[in-house]
């Protein structure tokens, strides 16, 4: 009987597993559970019997691969499938595939209520500002961007994109103005959402050059990638500059060096932006369709391997 398992460290909400369980099921496979799993050996003895599996921001290696001497297809539920490696799964005619848009309006939601969150001091008492009127930029205008854009301009926010691979059109008609290179964006941001996924390309890009752009008093804020920041210049240019901030759900490297800029630095103790019951439904069971579509039907629509 085909096996399917999700391998979750940080497990999707009850009501998403039984989601996928039904579907799993109901296509007359077998579906097993990892859940919050401490020590890795524990995912490498999970996977050697199954054909199918189920990740979400959980490093699938080689090593998992070469465990794995059954696996047909593994789905990353989410966007970003900077946890697979690629070329092991190619190497071994393993389907990789992402389940994209899937979370995007519970990212894009977080990345709008970190805004708020230091806009307002914190939640302290002290005098805060507000979003409207205040400048946004957006670095990189996919699933997640375009929504933050959306839901931004209701709040009144002015906003301005960048990304190389839209065409300028398709921003400009959600009345969001576009950048004519990252220079211009992060020189015109009172806030600044990165959505760049982490590859060879973007990892530490977002570095001393462009944040030391940024106008007086701005804010980064990431849902993104951790990889994409330069740490050691976000560390320099927070001790630099008194007046930047920097917001993430996903803690830096040098987390413990960047908490001496508290309460400009705040970081989520765990990674949350798609931690939505909704946000896990979606992208639960879009996953378990695609293995279903893909082992019944051969479908490989969201397959990002070669
Ligand atoms: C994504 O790439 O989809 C998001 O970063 C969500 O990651 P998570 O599944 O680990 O919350």
Redesign the pocket.
């Known amino acids: 009987m085909t096996k399917v398992l999700i391998a979750t460290d940080?497990p999707f909400s009850p009501v998403a597993v039984n989601g996928i369980r039904n579907i799993i099921e109901g296509a007359g496979f077998e579906l097993a559970l990892l859940e919050k799993y401490t020590d890795v050996k524990d995912f490498y003895a999970a996977v050697t019997d199954v054909d199918a599996l189920i990740v979400?921001?959980d490093k699938v290696t080689k090593e998992v691969i070469d465990a794995a001497s059954k696996l047909k297809i593994v789905v990353?539920?989410?966007?970003?499938y900077d946890n697979l490696d690629l070329d092991a799964c190619t190497a071994k005619r393993i389907v990789a595939m992402?389940t994209p848009g899937q979370?995007s309006n519970a990212?894009a939601e977080l990345a709008l209520g970190f805004m708020i969150y230091m806009a307002r001091t914190c939640f302290t008492p002290a005098t805060g500002s507000e979003l409207s009127g205040k400048r946004l930029g957006i670095h990189a205008y996919g699933n997640v961007g375009r929504l933050v854009a959306q839901k931004a301009k209701a709040l009144g926010m002015d906003i301005i994109a960048f990304d190389p691979f839209i065409p300028a059109e398709a921003i400009t008609k959600d009345g969001v103005k576009v950048a004519k290179n990252l220079e211009e964006l992060y020189s015109n941001s009172d806030y600044l959402s990165l959505h760049i996924p982490a590859t060879a390309e973007t990892k530490e890009s977002i570095n001393y050059n462009f944040l030391s752009l940024m106008p007086k008093g701005a804010c980064l804020v990431n849902t993104?990638?951790k990889e994409v920041i330069n740490e050691a210049d976000m560390e320099k240019i927070l001790a630099e500059r008194t007046d930047l901030k920097y917001i993430t759900d996903i803690a830096a490297g040098n987390n413990d060096a960047l908490m001496a800029f508290a309460p400009r630095y705040f970081a989520t103790p765990k990674?949350?932006?798609?931690?939505t019951s909704e946000a896990n439904v979606n992208?639960g069971l879009a996953a378990a369709n695609q293995i279903v579509d893909f082992i019944k039907n051969g479908v490989t629509k969201f397959k990002v391997n070669k």
């Open positions: 940080k979400r921001s990353r539920a989410g966007a970003g992402n979370n990212v993104a990638r990674k949350m932006g798609a931690q992208a």
